[in-house]
């Protein structure tokens, strides 16, 4: 029996457009470069007229970095996008919107969880058509893709850095076990001889517990 095989590119483009009716405008604008986010509505707005969609919601971050890993109106919009409060989120441009390659594509994975489509007016990327889902299938391979590599430095860096001998995380605090035992045998309490010596209690413990086995197995 011959098992035919689905062409995931071939389905994606063979699926009829969404339907949209209502969207929600997103802009964003930082400080550093004194930007009006007017300037990317009133196109946006435009955007929308021309399409016949009704605009419910307008969410402006201003002031805030596209970097930050929170942004009050985004989230809101989020939240709002799992209510179903819009057919289709619009933005300028696409980096108006993900901080990152991997923000963006998790992002655009939720709105479309939602069945919430997403549409860049600059970038001319309509993820409500085949073709726009088609392309986010290859954002989300190269954003697998960059992971891989990221992945596969990090690797290659700790193989590095083991055979040069190096070890990894906070070093060894060195105990004078000898002094710990003396002090303790002067009646000191272990607070004490933690102050002493600037040492933890546990630490203070293990070297004497280590000093005594030594002796013992001697």
Request: charged residues 25%.
């Amino acid at each position: 029996m011959a098992v035919h095989h689905r062409n995931t590119a071939s389905s994606l483009t063979q699926e009829p457009p969404l339907t949209i009716a209502r969207v929600a405008l997103y802009a964003r604008v930082s400080t550093l470069n004194g930007q009006d986010p007017e300037m990317q509505l009133s196109e946006l707005r435009e955007y929308a007229s021309r399409r016949g969609w009704t605009i419910t919601c307008e969410y402006i971050d201003q002031g805030v970095s596209g970097s930050k890993e929170s942004r009050p109106e985004l989230n809101q919009l989020m939240a709002d996008a799992l209510r179903r409060k819009f057919d289709a989120v619009l933005v300028w441009k696409i980096d108006r919107f993900g901080r990152s390659l991997k923000h963006l594509v998790n992002a655009l994975a939720d709105l479309g969880a939602y069945g919430v489509a997403f549409i860049s007016f600059r970038d001319n990327l309509d993820l409500s058509t085949p073709s726009g889902r088609l392309m986010f299938q290859i954002i989300g391979a190269m954003a697998e893709f960059e992971r891989s590599l990221i992945q596969e430095r990090v690797k290659a860096g700790l193989r590095n850095a083991r055979a040069k001998s190096k070890t990894f995380g906070r070093p060894r605090v060195k105990i004078d076990a000898v002094r710990v035992s003396e002090l303790r045998g002067d009646g000191l309490s272990w607070s004490q001889v933690c102050r002493t010596l600037n040492v933890s209690k546990g630490s203070a413990q293990r070297s004497v517990a280590w000093l005594t086995e030594k002796h013992s197995g001697t």
